[in-house]
């Protein structure tokens, strides 16, 4: 088993301003990848199971295509987000990380099941 450290030491200047830099880019790029995903959900609750489904199959495809799409951009940025969590120096091994690991955890889980949405939206469309 794993023995987190106890943080005895503070951070340097250096290591608190890249650590800023990181959470700044990651609040912006969640925020980015939020908005993609709301944007995809209001589509498929309204034009793929909601009131303005489409009658043409052909139409209903394109709506899929582009629900698909959004979801696929919003687990992209999504993967940058987690690429810049994981160049944060000690968050698998401070304790003081605690909330930022916990947040790259969420943000895998989160990634995954946008990819299973966007699986589900292309999949379920051919039955």
């Known amino acids: 088993m794993t023995v987190l450290k106890t943080d005895p030491i503070a951070l340097t200047s250096s290591e608190k301003l ?3 830099k990181n959470m700044q880019s990651f ?5 980015t990848t939020a908005t993609l995903f709301a944007v995809a959900f209001v589509i498929i ?3 793929i199971t909601g009131p303005f489904r489409p009658q043409s199959s052909m139409y209903l495809l394109l709506v899929r295509l582009a629900a698909a799409a959004l979801l ?7 993967v940058q987000t987690i690429t810049g969590l994981y160049g944060i120096k000690g968050i698998f091994s401070l304790n003081s990380m605690h ?4 947040n790259f955890y969420l943000c895998i889980t989160f990634t995954v099941l946008m990819l299973v949405l966007a699986g589900l ?3 379920k469309h051919g039955s």
């Open 18 to 20: 890249e650590l800023s």
């Open 27 to 31: 609040m912006d790029k969640m925020r």
């Open 45 to 47: 609750v309204f034009f």
């Open 72 to 78: 696929a951009y919003a687990v992209y940025t999504n």
């Open 99 to 102: 909330d930022i690991r916990v």
């Open 121 to 123: 939206l292309i999949y």
